[in-house]
């Protein structure tokens, strides 16, 4: 049995939190991705025409029902032969947001859900286009009630992106391998990183959910 | 693809059947008792399965692998890599999966109970023959989403080096040079098992409902999944409100 080394995980730190810049700017793009694609999957399902809600709606299923990890290796290794080249933080970005995307979307709907359909009927009176229906009454308040949700799947996000070390991108988890294979002492940093992940996620979790009480939802 | 190449195909599909229904076992043992164990009268006990829950609903599952795998020998224990996956899998979606026993056991009305007191059955009887009998039901849709997120999940074994269907596929890939296809195969496959899970969890629930005399709502069991961070039976994907 081998006891815990301080200096060696003073020495490793640096490039721990290295890493964890990039986890945190995977995690800050798949999340805008994530909002803005899961919004466009929440309208297509609200789509009058069937030959949009169908098609979208098995995609997305597909997507939210397979792994992550398998569709990150598919977009690192189909992508490029079909002669987009990106790098491995941005294949890794696309598929986050892709995949969580899935997610915010049946967020989208049940905020839009719960928007009461008094505020469509008098949208209707008022003879608001539908543009304007959706932009200054229905959105907003659908929006709103969904924030902690949306919320909670970032964090899940967060928790996720050390996916993206197995394609190459050096995120937290990639900087602990790397260190441990140098030194043949992988505790030290992994250990370090597992606690790095509750120290950021526990905090943001107990923050969404007093949003949560504060939205009154 | 040659018949070979599907062959590894399949086995690491039977090996990715195999370790979620190993780690959804233990999952499920740990949910029970996490969850219960959190409704505890006493305090100690309640903080203990709290701290549980938090820690490892806050951490990565893969870093716990990684962990697992890597760092437990510090302990003296090295596991062999199916174990690794196994435990940390198991212990992460038990987690998650104690909220929604604690969410469900929480959701059966109070006279339930009182009646039972009333009754003067013990708490064990209490628990086994009142709560549990109606609170089961209402999880199985929970449970569901969660067997699924297990499903997908298992792909993180490949990275230990466990023979399951990713890894399977990284070999048939590295052999043919054939990307977009086998992994194309090998998501249809993932969906195939989910869809299965799906239809076998709605069977189930409808048989569990049945028992108690209740009909399932259609609008939430079927088509479509509410994302677990939506619900509100206390389940989240992290943190998802605790009513």
Known sequence: MRTWDWSYTGHVLPDLLRGLLVTLEATALGSVLAFALGLVWALAFRAPTRWVRWPVGAVVEFVRNTPLLVQLFFLFYVLPTTGLTFSPLTTGVIGLGLHYSTYTAEV??????????????????????????WTAVILPQ????VVPALGNYVIAMFKDTPMLAAITVLDMLKQAEEAGAESFRYTEPITVVGLL?????YPTSLLMRALERRLGN | MTTGL?????????????????????????????GLARLSRFWIVRFVAGAYVEFFRGTSALVLMFWLFFALPLLGWQLAALWAGTL???????????????????????????????LSFTPWQRMRLVILPQAVPEMVPPFCNLLIELLKGTALASILGIGELAFGAQLVRLATGQSAEVYGIILAMYFVVAFVITRGMRLLERRAKASVGRVPRPDLTSAKRVPPGAVDTGVGTVGGGSR
């Open chain 1, 197 to 201: 992940f509750v120290l950021i996620a």
């Open chain 2, 6 to 34: 599907w062959e590894l195909l399949f086995k690491g599909l039977w090996v990715t059947v195999q370790l979620t229904v190993f780690s959804a076992a233990l999952a499920g043992v740990i949910a029970f008792a996490a």
């Open chain 1, 142 to 145: 659908a929006i709103r009630r």
């Open chain 1, 108 to 133: 989208y709907r049940a905020g839009i859900d719960g928007v009461p359909p008094g505020q469509w009927e008098a949208a209707t009176a008022l003879s608001l286009p539908r543009r304007r229906t």
């Open chain 2, 88 to 118: 940390a899998l198991g212990l992460s979606y038990g987690a998650y999966g104690s909220e929604v026993v604690r969410g469900a056991i929480r959701a059966v009305p109070v006279a339930q109970r009182e009646a039972a007191i009333a």
